[in-house]
């Protein structure tokens, strides 16, 4: 089934100015970048959180530290898909414990892949608060998660695909919805 | 390319592409080992269980961590003290096993073939944990890691496996890792050790140490069991030892950069001096640390992938 | 008793025949060979047009477990396995439970024969007590029972003195000593011939010159003694070498190969499938190649089956610990008519000289011969029938066989022995 773009919701400066403003709502917040963390969950969220780490440096002139997180050993359908996901490393080189910790991610969508970055996170211990950030939430929870930051609100279908594309991998900066084409073939 | 096979059993079936996916897998978990909470989730209400029918503890202990780090239920089953002695046969142990529904079953066994007959038997998925002197492809594939931490890339490397290949599983799966990796492979020891046709897998034939070690990236040392002094392939370990062991003046003579590694248990003062064991060349116990992060990918790819 | 066979290609050679004959037989005996005979009334006929009559195959190597190991075989089932691949009769093994090393044991088999046996049995004796190879079984005395051979075939007599003194006191009687040539040292405990495939499966493995180096030391006593050496399943190229050299220096060896070393190389080893184990073992394709041209131009004069019947239990198991041999007698004369005769390998009389005239002659046995007067032993074939190995329909007791689906054309359509058609 091929996806053909129905509308783009997001350009490289409407994005930018996203990031802007979740950046400055994470500072607000936190009052300041004491104890302040940021951990993108791989692979376009681990880009969008040192994005927003470089916007934080100018504004407070301090970076906090920038960690990525690999959830695939948390997924909650492993064993139930034809082969295993593929695994890549998880790197967050300071303490988690008593840190306040914004989780960053590209698309919110069920929520399932946040409880498990929430319990990969876990794991390494124990966060004073976490604070999730998301550049486009598209609704469709099936678990009681909720962001704090927001880039857009994107109502959308079941059926639709929300593509987010980053210059650092995609050339670009461009966030799109997408609908199947047909339901012939498959 | 992702894993397809149910069981892992030999270095000879796997593709390139699968033994890279396998590295690439083991390297992104080894940072579980720094974690003050060693686990995951992910094999969580998984049964392993370890069948070992030749004494191994580091092997079994290395499978035994793998499992729980992943989450996964993990069972010791060791011969001596169990059915085998009252004469149980392999096939039948192994059935009743399965009765108990594992999902992966290790085993090691002093046959070659054994694994393959599980494997042809079982529905769960086996690894092959050392059959006789057939093939240990855990081991390989730690080595293969270790190496290509060290060095950055495996392709056109030298390595050399030097001792007894004749009877030796760690020998022959990293012969075929290797050589399907693009390294080139030397084996060396004394006519009596080196197998028939050893040439026809691929490799080069030294019956001098100091020649196959030369220009060696890796050099692998094997255990000298001391048994082999009957049947008459060395006339004595002192012999051996002066003639094969690598020592510290041996040393001098090799790459600055290489690598010492050895599978374990090491004979010290045999096949390598307690100084170039423990010295800055040797990286014995990153092999083995690797053999837990190796053990893990194994157990994580071989539970996702469906039975064909 | 009475029967006329009509129509069938008659394959004789060792009275040159090969023709479309009837072949009469009158109190179990051959009476006449000719076109459209004529039988007694209430002859019974047996159409053959289009069958191949021969005389009755012989397999001059087979293991038939009696007494002792019935859960393997029985001289019944075995002997009916036999009719069933076309056998009129077999030669057994002495290595039983307890070993055939005196009369007691060659009268029980001889009895259970008379009895239970469908085809003719000859037993085989041992050569030493109990096969330990050091002294001597009362060969006399087993000769005098019916025993037509001595063997300690399973192991090898590795005693060069007693195998001497054993060549020469058996020969008064006239009976060939057959060698499994092991040298049990060299061979270890290798599973398998080495080579190249034992070295990348890792199995304990033993050389060709394990064989070879017994062959040569057999040869050398047979010249030595003047006795009939005969050297069971040969099966490598350095050991035909050696045989033919013999023959033509003029010692008395002669020597016979199995279907199984005949057709398969150690590479049907590499799927660790334990009915591929038996010794000899499997060896290389140079030595297969040089086997079959030895069966091609008579220096091996015979082709016998080795059967070796064994439970799934004791062949189920791990390669280097599961049980040696394979069953043969059901399976022998289809895979070598399609495998050897269809090819043009060797031709059809050849076969048949491999599988009766010379069996029968190398042990002194009635048989080989369809000339009046002779037994109406006979084996029909049917050249064209199709054929799969289907292992759970074997009339043995045992299933142990490398050969399980494999497909041919030619088989034997009946088995007659002593004028009577067996069924098996």
Same mark, same amino acid.
């Given at each position: ?9 997001? &350009? ?47 504004? @407070? ?8 997180? &690999? ?11 034809? @082969? ?36 990969? *996170? ?65 | ?6 069981? *892992? ?19 992104? =978990?080894?940072?579980? +080992? ?75 066994? /002093? ?12 529905? #769960? ?43 030796? !599983? ?56 001391? %048994? ?10 002192? @012999? ?13 003579? #090799? ?5 010492? =590694? ?39 790819? $071989?539970?996702?992938? /469906?039975?064909? | 008793?009475?029967? $006329? ?86 030669? #057994? ?22 009895? %239970? ?43 060069? @003195? ?21 040298? #049990?040292? *060299? ?17 304990? +493995? ?79 394709? !140079?030595?297969?190649?040089? $086997? ?90 049917? $050249? ?41």
């Amino acid at each position: 089934m091929t996806q053909r773009e129905k509308a783009q919701v997001l &350009d490289e400066v409407t994005l930018d100015r996203a990031l802007t403003r979740i950046a400055h709502e994470i500072v607000e917040q936190a009052g300041g970048v004491d104890d302040l963390a940021l951990v993108g969950i791989k692979t376009r969220g681990e880009t969008l959180a040192e994005r927003i780490a470089q916007k934080i440096l100018a504004i @407070e002139t301090v970076k906090p530290p920038v960690g990525a997180l &690999d959830i695939t050993l948390y997924r909650d359908d492993l064993g139930l898909k034809a @082969e295993q996901p593929q695994v890549r490393s998880t790197e967050i080189r300071f303490p988690v414990k008593g840190r306040t910790v914004v989780l960053v991610d590209d698309v919110l969508f069920t929520g399932r892949t946040i409880r498990a970055a929430m319990d990969a *996170l876990m794991d390494l211990g124990r966060p004073r608060i976490i604070r999730l950030a998301v550049l486009v939430d598209r609704g469709h929870r099936e678990l009681p998660i909720r962001p704090d930051y927001i880039g857009k609100n994107l109502p959308t279908s079941r059926r639709e695909t929300v593509a987010v594309m980053l210059r650092e991998h995609d050339g670009i900066d461009r966030v799109v919805i997408q609908e199947p084409t047909d339901e012939q073939g498959g | 390319m992702p894993w397809k096979r149910k069981d *892992l059993l030999s270095m000879q079936d796997l593709e390139p592409a699968e033994i890279g996916e396998v590295l690439d897998t083991a390297a992104s =978990m080894k940072e579980i +080992a720094s974690r003050e909470i060693k686990k995951v989730p992910t094999l969580r209400g998984k049964t392993i269980v370890n069948l070992f029918y030749e004494a191994s503890t580091r092997t079994r202990t290395s499978f035994e961590i793998a499992g729980k780090w992943l989450s996964a239920d993990v069972i010791n089953f060791s011969a001596s003290g169990s059915s085998a002695e009252k004469g149980e046969s392999l096939l039948d142990t192994a059935k009743n096993i399965e009765a108990m529904s594992p999902d992966v079953v290790v085993a090691r066994h /002093k046959a070659a073939g054994a694994p393959a007959l599980l494997a042809r038997h079982l529905r #769960c998925s086996v690894v092959n944990a050392g059959d006789g002197a057939h093939e240990h492809p855990t081991q390989a594939l730690l080595d293969l890691l270790t190496i290509r931490e060290k060095k950055g890339h495996l392709e056109g490397l030298n390595v050399a496996i030097v001792g007894d290949v004749t009877h030796s !599983r760690v020998a022959r799966s990293n012969i075929y890792a290797m050589t399907k990796m693009g390294m080139t492979v030397t084996v060396a020891g004394p006519p009596t050790l080196i197998p028939v046709a050893c040439q026809e897998l691929g490799v080069k034939v030294s019956h001098r140490l100091e020649e196959a070690i030369a220009h060696a990236d890796v050099i692998m040392m094997l255990r000298l069991q001391h %048994e082999r002094m009957t049947g008459g392939f060395i006339p004595s370990v002192r @012999e051996y030892s002066r003639v094969w062991g690598l020592t510290l003046a041996r040393l001098t003579q #090799c790459r600055p950069d290489v690598l010492i =590694m050895h599978p374990g248990p090491v004979n010290r003062g045999v096949e390598l001096a307690p100084e170039v064991a423990d010295g800055p060349y040797s990286v014995i116990l990153d092999q083995v640390s690797n053999g837990v992060a190796v053990r893990m990918a194994v157990l994580y790819l $071989l539970t996702g992938a /469906k039975a064909a | 008793m009475n029967l $006329l066979i009509a129509g069938a290609r008659v394959v004789d050679p060792a009275n040159g025949v090969d023709a479309v004959q009837d072949v009469l037989v009158t109190n179990g005996r051959i009476a006449r060979l000719g076109r459209a005979l004529k039988a007694p009334a209430g002859t019974e006929t047996v159409d053959a047009a289009g069958k191949v009559v021969c005389p009755g195959f012989i397999d001059m190597h087979a293991h038939l477990r009696e007494p002792g190991h019935e859960y393997k075989e029985t001289i019944a089932s075995g002997t009916r396995a036999a009719a069933a691949g076309g056998f009129t009769a077999v030669a #057994c093994m002495a290595n039983t439970f307890p070993v055939n090393d005196n009369r007691a044991v060659t009268d029980y088999i001889l009895a259970r024969a008379r009895v %239970e046996g469908v085809v003719r049995v000859y037993p085989i004796g041992a050569v030493t007590r109990n096969l330990e190879g050091k002294q001597l079984a009362e060969l006399a005395e087993l000769a005098e029972g019916g025993c037509v051979a001595f063997s300690d075939d399973g192991k090898c007599v590795m005693n060069a @003195e007693i195998y001497r003194r054993a060549m020469e006191y058996a020969l008064p009687f006239g009976t060939p000593i057959i060698s499994h040539a092991e040298d #049990c040292h *060299l061979a270890g405990g290798g599973a398998m011939h080495e080579g190249i495939v034992s070295t990348e499966l890792g199995l304990p +493995a033993q050389p060709a010159a394990a064989e070879e180096v017994m062959v040569a030391r057999d040869i050398v006593l047979a010249e030595l003694t003047g006795a009939h050496l005969h050297i069971a399943h040969i099966s490598t190229a350095g050991a035909v070498r050696m045989v033919r050299e013999a023959k033509a220096r003029g010692v008395r060896v002669t020597t016979e190969a199995t279907p199984h070393h005949l057709l398969l190389t150690d590479e049907a080893v590499r799927s660790y499938d334990p009915n591929t184990k038996m010794a000899p073992p499997l060896r290389s394709k !140079r030595d297969v190649e040089a $086997l079959v041209e030895a069966l091609a131009d008579g220096t091996v004069d015979a082709i016998a089956t080795d059967h070796a019947p064994h439970a799934l239990s004791e062949k189920e198991d791990e390669f280097a610990e599961a049980a040696n041999g394979v069953v043969g007698l059901e399976t022998a004369v289809p895979l070598l008519l399609d495998r050897l005769v269809r090819p043009g390998v060797i031709d059809l009389a050849a076969l048949v000289t491999r599988f009766s005239v010379a069996p029968a002659r190398l042990l002194n046995l009635p048989g080989g011969s369809l000339a009046p007067g002779a037994n109406a032993d006979i084996t029909v074939l049917d $050249l064209d029938a199709p054929w799969t190995v289907t292992p759970s329909a074997f009339r043995s007791r045992s299933r142990n066989t490398p050969f399980a689906g494999w497909t041919g054309h030619g088989a034997p359509w009946m088995t007659i022995v002593g004028g009577v058609s067996v069924k098996p």
